[in-house]
């Protein structure tokens, strides 16, 4: 079902459905790359788990009222979806303290953050995607005050949600990424993926990295973490 390939990431490709305006498909690839891209690598099978977790995820939000891009999985590795206009920011609701909000602000990694704490950063590879502020975004996107208000209105909703979800199956949501798109409607949803590539989940009894921090940092074997995961939610059901 998929025509014209529209975009190629370091993760997905985006193609046009065929015969179906205004929707898209999302090829997801086994690709797998850190630090801006400084560190890849190519696992096959990983492309049929992040689709399969990401497809899951989305699912579940769709059912709890969470508006996203989401319509179906339609194959081992591809999603159908509403095409949607990405607003370049990404979007970072954190938990506990890990990572860079850790060493940016000298805070001690696992120091729960309450409440969660929301960063916004520039989608722009060439600049690194740097961390900005409301009047940053307000500036450097197309993105309105009322469109902003509303997405970090969602993204504290989604993370309730997600917690939820996560802690139902003995993982703690340390932090995650989100995007954004707007409908042809002008609506804002969810879009992108949510995936353990865009969130970092520990074990809640053993603090085992259950996310990409596993390739990150050189700890783990992906696949094996990543199936882990899945088996989890599947479980749940």
Same mark, same amino acid.
């Given at each position: 079902?998929?025509?014209?390939?529209?975009?190629?990431?370091?993760?997905?490709?985006v193609?046009?459905?065929?015969?179906?305006?205004?929707?898209?498909?999302?090829?997801?690839?086994?690709?797998?790359?850190?630090?801006?891209?400084e560190?890849?690598?190519?696992?096959?099978?990983?492309?049929?788990?992040?689709?399969?977790? @990401?497809?899951? &995820?989305?699912? !579940?939000l769709?059912? #709890?009222? *969470?508006?996203?891009?989401? =319509?179906? $999985?339609?194959?081992?590795?591809?999603?159908?979806?509403?095409? @949607?206009?990405? &607003?370049?920011? !990404?979007?970072?609701? #954190?938990? *506990?303290?890990?990572?860079? =909000?850790? $060493?940016?602000l000298?805070?001690?990694?696992?120091?729960?953050?309450?409440?969660? &704490?929301?960063?916004l950063?520039?989608?722009?590879d060439?600049?690194?995607?740097?961390?900005?502020?409301?009047?940053?975004?307000?500036?450097?996107?197309?993105?309105?005050?009322?469109?902003?208000?509303?997405?970090?209105?969602?993204?504290?909703?989604i993370?309730?949600?997600?917690?939820?979800?996560?802690?139902?199956?003995?993982?703690?949501?340390?932090?995650?990424?989100?995007?954004?798109?707007?409908?042809?409607?002008?609506?804002?949803?969810?879009?992108?993926?949510?995936?353990?590539?865009t969130?970092?989940?520990?074990d809640?009894?053993t603090?085992?990295n259950?996310?990409?921090?596993?390739?990150?940092?050189?700890?783990?074997?992906?696949?094996?973490?990543?199936e882990?995961?899945?088996?989890?939610?599947?479980?749940?059901?």
């Amino acid at each position: 079902m998929k025509g014209k390939l529209l975009y190629e990431g370091k993760a997905k490709r985006v193609y046009q459905a065929d015969g179906q305006p205004g929707k898209l498909v999302l090829a997801y690839k086994n690709d797998v790359t850190a630090f801006n891209g400084e560190k890849k690598d190519m696992l096959p099978g990983k492309a049929d788990l992040n689709n399969a977790i @990401s497809s899951h &995820i989305f699912h !579940e939000l769709n059912d #709890r009222g *969470i508006r996203t891009h989401f =319509i179906e $999985k339609v194959s081992a590795t591809e999603q159908l979806v509403h095409a @949607s206009e990405i &607003i370049p920011l !990404e979007v970072v609701v #954190r938990n *506990i303290a890990a990572g860079s =909000i850790a $060493k940016r602000l000298g805070i001690q990694a696992g120091t729960p953050l309450t409440p969660s &704490i929301i960063e916004l950063f520039y989608k722009n590879d060439d600049l690194n995607d740097p961390l900005i502020n409301d009047d940053h975004a307000l500036f450097l996107s197309d993105v309105t005050q009322p469109e902003l208000n509303d997405i970090k209105t969602q993204a504290l909703e989604i993370n309730r949600q997600l917690i939820k979800l996560f802690t139902d199956v003995g993982i703690e949501l340390v932090d995650f990424k989100l995007e954004f798109g707007r409908l042809s409607d002008g609506s804002v949803v969810l879009s992108d993926e949510i995936s353990p590539d865009t969130c970092r989940l520990w074990d809640i009894q053993t603090r085992e990295n259950l996310d990409k921090d596993v390739f990150r940092n050189g700890t783990g074997n992906l696949l094996e973490v990543y199936e882990k995961l899945m088996t989890r939610l599947e479980e749940a059901r």
